[in-house]
């Protein structure tokens, strides 16, 4: 692989510690891959922070790259963690499962990483710019940065990623050449009615399972669909299949028009997403058995002040089931927000809880037991990737529905 002068002396070890380590891993990555020489990247955004995620060998990896000196060269943020920060022990998690999470969070910020905790930074601040060479992780953000902002990332890895804010260096293959960017999967949407957490969830995970055999190309969509939904949209996408970037022509900047999203050529393979679509995204995630509901959960990626105004709008003057348990998560900046605009309280007085910093996928599994001990086993949720996930992560089948069913689901205690 081609490196400057720069590149050789981070990897001969003259520039630190960190940046040594990273160019070794960034050598490393780029040659497997094919890689002739790096690119400057100048964003990146980091999962691995929860105790969960990173288990031993992260833990071990990260802990000792802090001590050691390393720092981020880059602006760099954080995924969500193992629990609410302000409220760990409120949720039930234990003081030495805390005592980890703070060892695990200490040693990023000691790198200079921001404490955003969320998977969402491109809706909190942290926003690359069209044609930016980025490190990005988290499915949604990846896809989100890719498609809906012209940026380049590759679904990196905890460690690749890692690496790229060590050296502002990632290895030039995949989403950061122009011709991998390109479409090859053409959907026709013929389905309307897509602006909503719910529908949006729907089209991206049934369009994802394809990405594997292109990028995708959506034709057909006339209908307004806010960041918010987008960033369901692309969680999703990103969890039933490879996705990295996709095109919704006439609306994402490298799609103008079918035929540049294409890139003039003849699609390798065309489908078309109607109901029978929508429902077969939703009969494949609603896999729950019975009628009894234990936990009511939204917030995947994490909510954001709209979304939550949308449950608040549909639970004002109800009440949930005694017997039921409601979180929605969010990241702490929105939960701020969401305090001040009087949300938080009237979902408060609704019982719901606002989880801040995490989300069912990332709690302890310790925690886990403790919940099964505590009778939680059936879960009920309106967003996607968290349906795909939670038989892996949760062990438990989810119901899965739009807002309005779920909302029936906590205040009766029954699915529907
Ligand atoms: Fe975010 Fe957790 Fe979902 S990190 S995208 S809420 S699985």
Redesign the pocket.
């Known amino acids: 692989m081609f490196l400057t002068d720069e590149e050789k002396r981070m990897l001969d070890g003259e520039m630190g510690y960190g940046a040594q380590k990273g160019m070794e891993l960034n050598v490393g990555l780029g040659e497997a891959m094919g890689a002739e020489r790096m690119v400057k990247v100048d964003s990146c955004h980091l ?1 691995g922070l ?1 105790i969960r995620s990173a288990e031993d060998a992260g833990f071990d990896f990260y802990t000792e790259l802090s001590d050691r000196g390393a720092k981020f060269r880059i602006c760099t943020t954080t ?2 963690v193992s629990g609410d920060l302000e409220n760990w022990s409120v949720l039930g998690l234990a003081a030495d499962e805390r005592e980890r999470q703070d060892k695990l969070i200490n040693a990023f910020d000691r790198m200079g990483a921001l404490k955003t905790i ?3 930074p491109y809706l909190q601040g942290h926003l690359p710019r069209f044609g930016q060479h980025c490190s990005w992780m ?3 953000a990846i896809a989100f940065i890719n498609s809906i902002l012209g940026a380049r990332t590759n679904r990196e890895g905890g460690p690749a990623a890692v690496a790229a804010g060590l050296t502002g260096r990632a290895p030039e293959f995949g989403l950061h050449l122009d011709d991998n960017r390109v479409g090859s999967v053409l959907v026709h949407v013929t389905m309307k009615k897509l602006a909503s957490l719910f529908e949006a969830g729907n089209l991206g995970y049934w369009f994802g399972k394809y990405s594997a055999q292109g990028n995708i190309v959506l034709d057909g969509i006339d209908e307004f669909i806010n960041n918010d939904y987008m960033a369901q949209l692309c ?1 999703s996408a990103a969890t039933s299949g490879p996705t990295g970037i996709f095109h919704i022509v006439g609306i994402t900047p490298e799609a103008p028009t079918l035929e540049v999203a294409l890139g003039g050529k003849k699609p390798v393979l065309e489908l078309e997403y109607g109901e029978k679509e929508r429902q077969e995204a939703i009969d494949y995630l609603n896999i729950g058995k019975g009628d009894e509901v234990d936990w009511v959960y939204m ?4 909510l954001q002040l709209n979304d939550i105004r949308e449950v608040v709008v549909a639970i004002e003057g109800k009440r949930v089931h005694p017997n039921v348990m409601f979180w929605i ?1 969010t990241s702490s900046s929105t939960k701020m927000l969401a305090k001040r605009a009087g949300y938080v309280e009237i979902l408060e007085k609704a019982g719901v809880t606002v989880v801040a910093d ?5 709690l302890p599994l310790a925690h886990l037991q403790r919940m099964g001990k505590k009778g939680i086993h059936s879960v009920v949720t309106n ?1 996607t ?2 349906a795909h ?1 939670i038989p892996g ?1 949760c062990y438990m089948e989810p119901h899965y529905g739009d807002l309005d069913k779920c909302i029936e689901a906590a205040v009766t205690g029954k699915w529907r």
């Open positions: 999962g929860s995924n969500l969320t998977c969402t988290e499915t949604s969680g917030g995947c990626p994490v998560t995490t989300c069912a996928c990332l967003s990737k968290q996930l992560c």
